[in-house]
T-cell receptor
Framework: RKEVEQDPGPFNVPEGATVAFNCTYS??????FFWYRQDCRKEPKLLMS???SGNEDGRFTAQLNRASQYISLLIRDSKLSDSATYLC????????????FGKGTTLSVSS | SQTIHQWPATLVQPVGSPLSLECTVE??????LYWYRQAAGRGLQLLFY??????ISSEVPQNLSASRPQDRQFILSSKKLLLSDSGFYLC??????????FGPGTRLTVT
């Protein structure tokens, strides 16, 4: 089983739609969770950390289910500028260790 | 504020030639530093990480090496490039040990 699995998509949605991405991770010792956004041929950029109680940042909502080892990202009122690849990322709770990245889910928002 | 620089932005090198990619971080002290590679259509793969000057950990056996001669400088090298070394090389840093921030990357094509 891959460490972090994501549906690669692409998800093709119209502007204004709500879209959700899911991610599962295999290491139950993972303690930190993130969503990164990567535009074509650019570096990944931190979108948001994911907290146990779930958290929201504007149109973006992240949820964590530790029992199912599952993370989600919900985007409401999609904008053209949301088109990108969204990377699910987990980390064990040890300083200095690396992030484990999923391969990403591609979102395309059209007008 | 902290910034991370990488150069060059793009590089085309023949098989068998040497490689040196540089990464520097400004605005922070004693960061953890990371080298990742993203091959075409694949996820990010951790190559090396460093928790301090002269301290390098390698995640995968390969044709590459890394060095950290100064606190905020991280160098990726190869004596002889292979075709399979082509990819998008990303340097990242963290101060907290959790969220990582990426540089703009170097796109390497080995011909």
């Amino acid at each position: 089983r891959k460490e972090v699995e994501q549906d690669p998509g692409p998800f093709n949605v119209p502007e204004g739609a709500t879209v959700a991405f899911n991610c599962t991770y295999s290491n139950s010792a993972s303690q930190s969770f993130f969503w990164y956004r990567q535009d074509c041929r650019k570096e990944p950029k931190l979108l948001m950390s994911v907290y146990s109680s779930g958290n929201e940042d504007g149109r973006f909502t992240a949820q964590l289910n530790r029992a199912s080892q599952y993370i989600s990202l919900l985007i409401r009122d999609s904008k053209l500028s949301d088109s990108a690849t969204y990377l699910c990322v987990v980390k064990a709770n040890q300083a200095g260790t690396a992030l484990i990245f999923g391969k990403g889910t591609t979102l395309s928002v059209s007008s | 504020s902290q910034t991370i620089h990488q150069w060059p932005a793009t590089l085309v090198q023949p098989v068998g030639s040497p490689l040196s990619l540089e990464c520097t971080v400004e605005g922070t002290s004693n960061p953890n530093l990371y080298w990742y590679r993203q091959a075409a259509g694949r996820g990010l793969q951790l190559l090396f990480y460093s928790v301090g000057i002269g301290q390098i950990s390698s995640e995968v056996p390969q044709n590459l090496s890394a060095s950290r001669p100064q606190d905020r400088q991280f160098i990726l090298s190869s004596k002889k490039l292979l075709l399979s070394d082509s990819g998008f090389y990303l340097c990242a840093w963290t101060a907290s040990g959790y969220e990582q921030y990426f540089g703009p990357g170097t796109r390497l094509t080995v011909t």
